[in-house]
Structure formats: structure tokens, C-alpha cells
């Protein structure tokens, strides 16, 4: 299994042996198994006819509150379950769903991708609800509780 990520993270990233700079793929149609919390979800993604792979997919273009970890404030996690349960409460409505703009993430075992629902961009309704705001990569900002 970690052989198959390792290859697929590989050729995702369009490496070669002359270092080629990474590259976005898809779209891919993928099947939601679980979310995450309010910015990754797990996904088994069709790559072609046949052959499937379980990737972690963390969305591009937001950042939503964290559910755990060191310093997340009380308020920050109860903003965080009300963030992956939207998020879940819009992938169990999808009937088509998809991966797009696929790229390896920088922390690696994840990758990062444009979620579609019925062709509707997830992030971009999990920041006009306001369970995420916009992230586009470097350090976060802290959670400000409402």
C-alpha cells in the first residue's frame, strides 16, 4: 500500500529524472469515504478504468478551525465540528463528485486538490458559509473566535 501512495505521489508530482517541477492533475471522478475535518477529506479516486487509490485530499484555497491538536481554543474546536459537519452535510447531498487541480501536498501521506460536488466548487461554499476561510499555503493565521 505505502509502495502504490509512494508511486502515485510520484507520478502525480510529474517528477523525472530531470526535475521537473510539479504539476495539478485530474479531474478525477473520486468517492468521498469520510471527512477529515472542515479542509481534508478521505477520498478513493477513479485514476482510470480499473484503478482506484484511497488518498487523504486537503482542499485548496481554505483553512478551516482546527478540531485538535497543541493551543486550539475551546471556542476553535466547536468551530471546527461545525466545519467538518458541513462538510460532510455537503459531500452526503453530492451525487457526482470529482478531484481536480491534484498536487502533492507539502506534508506529505495527503494531497492537495479542488473538490467538486455536482460541479460546484466545496471550497468556495465552505467559505461563503463561513466554516473556512481563505488559505493559499505558508503559516496560518490563528483561529479568531466569533
Not at 509512494?6 to 517528477?15: I, K
Not at 487509490?53 to 481554505?62: K, N, T, Y
Request: aromatic share 6%; charged share 20%.
Amino acid at each position: 500500500m505505502k509502495a502504490a501512495l509512494l508511486l502515485l505521489a510520484w507520478w502525480m508530482a510529474g517528477v523525472s529524472v530531470l526535475g521537473a517541477s510539479p504539476k495539478a492533475y485530474g479531474p478525477y471522478q473520486a468517492q468521498v469515504l469520510r471527512v477529515v475535518d472542515g479542509d481534508t477529506v478521505e477520498v478513493s479516486i477513479e485514476m482510470w478504468p480499473g484503478l482506484t487509490q484511497v488518498a487523504h485530499v486537503r482542499l485548496l484555497g481554505i483553512n478551516a478551525p482546527e478540531t485538535h491538536g497543541k493551543g486550539v481554543a475551546p471556542c476553535e474546536h466547536a468551530a471546527g465540528v461545525q466545519a467538518k459537519d458541513y462538510l460532510a452535510s455537503l459531500m452526503a447531498r453530492a451525487k457526482v463528485t470529482q478531484v481536480t487541480q491534484v498536487s502533492p501536498d507539502k506534508y506529505g501521506g495527503r494531497f492537495l486538490g479542488r473538490l467538486l460536488a455536482d460541479g460546484q466548487d466545496v471550497s468556495e461554499s465552505m467559505l461563503k458559509a463561513r466554516m473556512a476561510v481563505p488559505y493559499h499555503g505558508g503559516k496560518r493565521s490563528p483561529w479568531v473566535c466569533r
